[in-house]
């Protein structure tokens, strides 16, 4: 009698279930976290005048409990319009005011130069690349190293700020 009762019970709650997952399709995706969290292989995407802007990636993200910051790891930066591609070990990015500061060695790389420095924040907002470390870009034809950086990405100013030294080959 038991297994009788069972299976129609079993069924009833598999179709209910099923509509209920039919019924969230309807609806904007939201996540709700509960405390700290985590995210394994995050990616942003980050969109200008309909097109992908930059995209970024990590294999981890832990949320903090206030849902403002994710601590990433192992992550990976595409700047689609520039051709370049980021890595770093590690960063944080701030989800409300979409800000990226990255606390590790940062590589970035297109097919005209290499960049490397200590750190670096990128504000979505203002299109703007700061750092404050040590930083080498490396051309073609030439190598630039120095402390401080800003780059303006409007007027595609990149200014490094002191201890420059400027190396140039002609070959």
């Known amino acids: 009698m038991k297994n009788f009762m069972f299976f129609p019970l079993a069924a009833l709650f598999f179709i209910l279930f099923v509509l209920l997952l039919k019924s969230e399709d309807k609806r904007d995706f939201q996540v709700?976290?509960?405390g700290a969290s985590f995210i394994e292989g995050m990616k942003i995407i980050n969109k200008r005048n309909g097109h992908e802007s930059w995209v970024l990636t990590a294999k981890r993200a832990d949320i903090d409990e206030h849902h403002n910051t994710a601590h990433l790891e192992d992550m990976e930066m595409t700047i689609k319009e520039k051709g370049l591609l980021l890595h770093a070990e590690s960063g944080i990015y701030?989800?409300?005011d979409k800000t990226l500061t990255i606390t590790s060695t940062v590589t970035a790389d297109?097919?005209?130069y290499s960049l490397i420095t200590d750190n670096v924040t990128l504000n979505s907002s203002t299109h703007n690349i700061a750092s404050a470390?040590?930083?080498k870009i490396n051309g073609k034809t030439f190598t630039i190293e120095g402390t401080g950086m800003e780059i303006t990405n409007r007027k595609q100013n990149v200014r490094i700020?002191?201890?420059v030294t400027a190396t140039f080959n002609n070959n």
């Open 32 to 34: 709700h976290f509960q």
């Open 94 to 96: 701030d989800l409300t």
């Open 110 to 112: 297109n097919k005209s």
């Open 133 to 135: 470390g040590n930083v």
């Open 161 to 163: 700020l002191k201890d």
